[in-house]
């Protein structure tokens, strides 16, 4: 186990930050090449899209919301004030790979999720569109695909193309589990909230708002099992850790 210090920044902990940062930089100061190369090749499309490449399960996770600084700033205000202490406590090697296998596993999560949802998704808006219901539209579709109509053909390939997340969350909302896990006790505070909450509990509240948010499909564009997918990745790779006694 290495010793902490809170004065010290580890390196893992800040060239990730640094590499998420200079890549948005270039997304917001170059909106044109982020819509058109970095997004498009990099963002994690849905698997049974055209635009879909494996290499996006690893590369989404360094991209941010171009339009807005909130989204990487967040995500880069969480990395630093928990991973730089799972860092000086794991290592830099295992912090790294613990933070690669829950960016990669909300990823896989979310891909999962699609699989699922976007059908449905597809035939609830297009159903809106027409004024029908959701069963008549299905069963029009259905028709229609087996007819061979071209035109419902189209429309799913692009409703696939467009499905997109990006962000380090995933990876994130991981590192808050880790720590949570290792500092079950440790204190924490919530913006604007002068009462402690000790990290288990803290943590667990925000599993359960994923959770709830994600089923209840709220419409906010946040891939909420993306966060819980980081959370669960991290999960089994803690739990396979501590079984062969190589947690610390």
């Given at each position: 186990?290495?010793?902490?210090?809170?004065?010290n920044?580890?390196?893992?902990?800040?060239?990730?930050?640094?590499?998420?940062?200079?890549?948005?930089l270039?997304?917001?100061?170059?909106?044109?090449?982020?819509?058109n190369?970095?997004?498009?090749?990099?963002?994690?499309?849905?698997?049974?899209?055209?635009?879909?490449?494996?290499?996006?399960?690893?590369?989404?996770?360094?991209l941010?919301?171009p339009?807005?600084?909130?989204?990487?700033?967040?995500?880069?205000?969480?990395?630093?004030?928990?991973?730089?202490?799972?860092?000086?406590?794991?290592?830099?090697?295992?912090?790294?790979?613990?933070y690669?296998?829950c960016?990669?596993g909300?990823?896989?999560?979310?891909?999962?999720?699609?699989?699922?949802?976007?059908?449905?998704?597809?035939?609830?808006e297009?159903?809106?569109?027409n004024?029908?219901?959701?069963?008549h539209?299905?069963?029009?579709?259905?028709?229609?695909?087996?007819?061979?109509?071209?035109r419902f053909?189209?429309g799913?390939?692009?409703?696939?193309?467009?499905?997109?997340?990006?962000?380090?969350?995933?990876?994130?909302?991981?590192?808050?589990?880790?720590f949570?896990?290792m500092?079950p006790?440790?204190?924490?505070?919530?913006?604007?909230?002068p009462?402690?909450?000790k990290?288990?509990?803290m943590?667990?509240?925000?599993?359960?708002?994923?959770?709830?948010?994600?089923v209840?499909?709220?419409?906010?564009?946040?891939?909420?099992?993306?966060?819980?997918?980081?959370?669960?990745?991290?999960?089994?790779?803690l739990?396979?850790?501590?079984k062969?006694?190589?947690?610390?």
């Amino acid at each position: 186990m290495n010793s902490y210090s809170p004065t010290n920044w580890p390196p893992v902990t800040k060239n990730l930050i640094i590499i998420n940062v200079l890549i948005w930089l270039v997304e917001y100061l170059f909106p044109g090449f982020a819509n058109n190369a970095i997004l498009k090749y990099g963002g994690l499309h849905f698997w049974g899209a055209d635009n879909f490449n494996p290499l996006q399960l690893f590369t989404y996770m360094f991209l941010h919301a171009p339009r807005s600084p909130y989204h990487v700033l967040f995500n880069m205000f969480s990395l630093w004030m928990f991973g730089r202490m799972m860092e000086q406590v794991w290592g830099s090697k295992r912090f790294l790979i613990y933070y690669l296998v829950c960016g990669v596993g909300a990823a896989f999560v979310q891909e999962v999720v699609w699989a699922m949802t976007w059908k449905h998704d597809y035939l609830t808006e297009i159903a809106k569109l027409n004024g029908m219901t959701f069963d008549h539209m299905k069963q029009i579709v259905d028709q229609a695909v087996a007819a061979g109509d071209g035109r419902f053909v189209r429309g799913m390939a692009e409703m696939k193309s467009s499905m997109m997340t990006i962000g380090a969350s995933g990876a994130v909302f991981g590192i808050l589990l880790g720590f949570a896990f290792m500092f079950p006790n440790l204190p924490l505070y919530l913006f604007f909230i002068p009462i402690p909450i000790k990290a288990k509990y803290m943590v667990a509240g925000y599993a359960v708002l994923e959770f709830f948010f994600g089923v209840g499909r709220v419409a906010d564009s946040v891939a909420h099992f993306a966060h819980l997918g980081g959370m669960i990745f991290g999960l089994i790779l803690l739990l396979y850790w501590k079984k062969k006694g190589e947690l610390l």
